[in-house]
C-alpha cells in the first residue's frame, strides 16, 4: 500500500487493535506489565503494522525509515564513521528490495521480531502478531 491510499491506515488500526486485544489477554491472565511496557509495546504494534511495507518505495514506512536512516547517517558522520556506513549500507539494501517477495513472509516476521525479545517477550510478541496480520491482510501469508 502506499501513501496515497488507505491501506497504511488500515493496517496500522487493526494493528493497534490486535496489539490492544493481546495485551488485555496477557492481562487477563494475570501477566504484571507496566506502564512504560504497555505503551512502547502499542509503539512496536504499530511499528511492526506496517513494517512489511519497507519495501515498497512509495509507502509511509518507507519513507520514515529512510528519513531516520538519512538522519542516523548524518548524525554518526561526527560520532562514529562506522555507524554512517551501517546507515547508508541499510538505505542502499531498502533500494534493492521487491514489493511482496521476502519481507512479506513469516520468515521475515520472525527476523524482524526475534530481537526484540532482548527488551522483553512481549514486544517480540506483539511485534510477531501484527507483522502477520499485515501479512494476512494483503493476502500474502507465506514462509519466506
Ligand atoms: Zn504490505
Redesign the pocket.
Known amino acids: 500500500?502506499n501513501r496515497k491510499g488507505f491501506g497504511w491506515f488500515l493496517h496500522s488500526f487493526f494493528a493497534l487493535l490486535l496489539t490492544l486485544f493481546v495485551l488485555w489477554v496477557l492481562y487477563s491472565i494475570g501477566v504484571d506489565l507496566s506502564i512504560k511496557t504497555l505503551l512502547f509495546a502499542l509503539l512496536i504494534g504499530y511499528i511492526y503494522g506496517l513494517l512489511?511495507?519497507l519495501d515498497e518505495k512509495r509507502s509511509v514506512i518507507h519513507g520514515w525509515l529512510i528519513d531516520l536512516g538519512l538522519l542516523i547517517a548524518l548524525v554518526s558522520v561526527f560520532i562514529s564513521k562506522e555507524i554512517a556506513v551501517i546507515a547508508l549500507v541499510c538505505l542502499l539494501f531498502m533500494r534493492t528490495l521487491r514489493h511482496?517477495r521476502f519481507v512479506?513472509s513469516i520468515i521475515a516476521a520472525l527476523i524482524f521480531s526475534a530481537p526484540l525479545a532482548l527488551l522483553h517477550w512481549v514486544y517480540a510478541l506483539v511485534g510477531f502478531l501484527a507483522y502477520l496480520l499485515?501479512l494476512i491482510m494483503?493476502g500474502t501469508l507465506k514462509l519466506k
Open positions: 500500500m512489511p511495507d511482496r512479506h499485515h494483503d
